[in-house]
């Protein structure tokens, strides 16, 4: 009794963070596993169709395409995503002077709203005056379509993404850097180990439980890629940037039909839920 | 310190409740003791158009001065009508007392019981028996009226008049077959960089919306008569689509960017440098009024080689949870703004005041009757641009035979959109695979609703 009185503050605080949950997380996810076997238009009595809205999603002619362009962005956004704030973490990390100011600029574009980010690289992109192609001119290179092409439209997603998550990955790989003891690396030069050794023998098994865990981070953010195809290229063109949480959005909204789109979603979790398995074992076999 | 917190809790809890609590505030009690109501109201213009919108709150303060007892509260949700949010708003319960639906989605609304049955009300609207007759038989179910039509329109060709002159085309002979089209755009896309002979939207369901003005022009559908199955998937189809393809790759007319959605379109067309784009006189009336047009640049003559002409129109109806004074009163309203010779919309003296096109032969909701004279008597009065620009509309307007949107319009507008993006970003595109794949997922969506 006394324990619960001496922290019932702290009760107080998880009962609010357990509502908001409840309400704003949990809620929605039994609400759209159920819509998922329903045929509604959220007015009238809901039928239950049992998997009907799965084989509905399944038939859309964009689902596959939804999905390839899903996997692609994931892995794009990874290479890019993943790999370039490391290496820049890395470069900062080596630093002794400006590191701070440096790390104000690499932290900047996190504190733009994603609105103003986007509406800056579509004026990048424009085919015409974008900032761009104009800098493709001055190296005599030809302008690119970026994203009025479908062979383009997709990886100028994956920059536009890669910038604006960029800061805030880079400032966790930093935190884990300088967690390293520096004792590690004195010894390691003592053994006559160059930067690539000390990377490769230190940096990296010490940050082994990080970069695992910004992994499946991003893996699961960069699935449920939404932002970017909605407000630069409305899914387009031709499908090439619909994603499966775009065509869960368009078909929940625009074409209400709310039953295939929680059908897609229930699938996108799953397909998340997966990842998140394996991530909670890596971390269990890294600690054990 | 665990006392102060219980405390801070429940003043913040007490404090959003009551944020949460005041959106809906009493309205003031009339001078003459009648129930006092308050509304709230769609369409206010967006801050962007700040003349219009002062207009719009002048005319609520009219309003209300003039109904002692009703507060008008607008929302300025731009586009009026967005089909994205529509849905979920219809079925959350947050329309307006008084909103805007679109002629495609009279019946839907009207099915799920989220307009109200106005019949008793219809004489607020002065003018009423002069609304044209099958616009009203639209809004009628089952001998009940659920909403008060509002606009009428039917597609042409909007074209840039100095852009014509500028390539040496004749801007009164503007062109009549779509092969003139062509010629035409490729003649003003030899302007120079940047400009676009033949402007076409590729998203946000205005690609497709596009697609089914063309494929009706040129005597093609997009549904099966039983509504049942896509239609679109047809000669007509493929010719819509192969001739934007060419004008895009062959011609190079127009212009190297896609133009999504409306606002992109409009914004070209407002730049000055885009030759013609398929639309109704409205088009000219946005152009000028929010992206900067010339007004004495345009005109818009009829709609080439067109068998059918793509109608549309859009209706206010009322919020079945509204009492029935806040409907009286809601139609109060829109009977003022909406609906009076002279005054709100139809007060050409100010619009022309307010630099407004005012001239442009849009909306002919009430067509021929009386009030419908008067109204266009009053705007050719205040005519502030060269009435002539539009006389070929006009003209062509009253040949071609109006042809509704199809059936669960917008939701088969989002799935042409992908062809038309197609043709309009791939020089490889394939016409007959594009138009499958939007017809089996036309299909599908047709087989869900039933």
Redesign the interface.
């Given at each position: 009794m006394q324990i619960l009185r001496r922290n019932?503050?702290a009760y107080?605080f998880l009962c609010?963070a357990l509502a908001c949950f409840t309400v704003f997380a949990w809620y929605p996810m039994v609400r759209e596993f159920i819509l998922s076997f329903q045929?509604t238009?959220?007015?009238?009595e809901p039928i239950w169709v049992g998997l009907d809205n799965f084989v509905?999603a399944f038939?859309?002619?964009?689902f596959g395409e939804a999905w390839l362009n899903t996997l692609e962005f994931t892995f794009l956004a990874l290479v890019c995503g993943y790999a370039v704030p490391f290496v820049v973490a890395l470069v900062l990390n080596e630093l002794r002077h400006a590191r701070a100011y440096l790390r104000f600029v690499v932290y900047l574009p996190v504190m733009l709203p994603p609105i103003v980010a986007v509406l800056l690289f579509r004026w990048f992109y424009?085919?015409?005056p974008g900032l761009f192609n104009q800098v493709l001119d001055v190296f005599g290179l030809p302008?690119l379509?970026w994203?009025?092409?479908?062979s383009t439209a997709l990886i100028s997603l994956v920059i536009v993404s890669t910038w604006m998550n960029m800061g805030s990955a880079t400032l966790i790989y930093l935190a884990a850097l300088q967690n390293i003891p520096p004792e590690l690396y004195e010894a390691a030069e003592l053994d006559g180990a160059g930067i690539w050794k000390r990377i490769r023998h230190v940096t990296i098994p010490q940050t082994r439980l990080i970069l695992l865990l910004m992994l499946m981070l991003q893996i699961v953010a960069t699935m449920q890629v939404f932002i970017e195809p909605y407000m630069l290229?409305?899914?387009?063109?031709?499908?090439?940037t619909v994603t499966v949480a775009y065509l869960m959005f368009?078909n929940a909204?625009?074409?209400?039909?709310y039953?295939?789109a929680g059908a897609l979603g229930m699938m996108l979790m799953i397909v998340l839920l997966v990842f998140a398995a394996f991530q909670l074992r890596l971390t269990r076999e890294d600690k054990a | 310190m665990q006392r102060s917190t219980g405390l801070l809790l429940a003043s913040a809890l007490a404090l959003s409740t009551a944020a949460c609590g005041s959106g809906s505030e009493p309205a003031t009690p009339s001078a003459g003791g009648a129930k006092a109501v308050s509304i709230t109201v769609a369409c206010q213009p967006a801050k962007s158009a700040p003349k219009e919108r002062q207009a719009w709150d002048d005319d609520v303060a009219a309003f209300m001065a003039a109904h002692p007892g009703v507060t008008v509260k607008s929302t300025d949700q731009q586009p009026c009508f967005d089909p994205k949010t529509f849905g979920p708003k219809l079925a959350g319960g947050q329309m307006e007392t008084a909103f805007v639906v679109p002629v495609t989605n009279y019946n839907d609304v009207i099915a799920k019981g989220q307009a109200l049955d106005i019949t008793p009300y219809t004489n607020v609207i002065k003018n009423w028996n002069d609304l044209r007759p099958d616009h009203k038989e639209l809004v009628t179910k089952d001998g009940k009226v659920y909403g008060v039509p509002n606009v009428h329109y039917s597609v042409g060709l909007v074209y840039n008049r100095a852009l014509f002159t500028k390539a040496g085309l004749n801007p009164d002979a503007p062109p009549k077959t779509w092969a003139e089209v062509r010629e035409a755009a490729k003649k003003i896309a030899g302007l120079g960089a940047g400009y676009v002979g033949y402007g076409e939207y590729s998203g946000g369901n205005t690609g497709g919306w596009h697609f089914t003005q063309a494929i009706y022009g040129r005597g093609g559908d997009i549904l099966t008569p039983d509504n049942k199955k896509a239609a679109f998937n047809s000669p007509e189809g493929k010719a819509v689509l192969q001739t934007l393809h060419d004008m895009r790759w062959v011609d190079n007319s127009m212009g190297t960017k896609l133009l999504v959605g409306w606002e992109s379109l409009m914004v070209a067309m407002g730049s000055g440098k885009v030759g013609m784009m398929l639309g109704a006189p409205d088009v000219v009336t946005d152009v000028v009024n929010k992206f900067k047009g010339n007004v004495a640049d345009y005109g818009i003559t009829g709609f080439p080689e067109a068998k059918a002409s793509l109608s549309g129109g859009e209706a206010f109806m009322i919020n079945p949870k509204a009492t029935p004074e806040e409907a009286k009163a809601a139609l109060e309203w829109i009977d003022f703004r909406f609906n009076t010779v002279g005054k709100g919309r139809f007060d050409f003296a100010r619009g022309k005041t307010l630099g407004n096109p005012v001239g442009v032969p849009d909306n002919a909701v009430y067509g021929d009757s009386p009030t419908g004279q008067a109204i266009q008597a009053d705007r050719v009065k205040n005519a502030s641009l060269p009435v002539a620009n539009y006389e070929t509309y006009v003209q062509a307007a009253g040949t071609i035979p109006p042809k509704a949107e199809p059936l669960y319009a917008q939701e088969l507008y989002a799935i042409l959109d992908v062809p038309m993006s197609g043709v309009l970003s791939r020089k490889d595109a394939s016409i007959d695979q594009l138009l499958a794949d939007a017809e089996t997922k036309a299909n599908s969506v047709l087989a869900a609703k039933g």
């Open positions: 019932l503050t107080g609010a045929k238009d959220l007015i009238n509905t038939r859309d002619p964009a424009d085919p015409g302008p379509a994203l009025d092409s479908s290229t409305g899914g387009g063109p031709e499908n090439a368009q909204f625009t074409l209400q039909d039953g295939s | -």
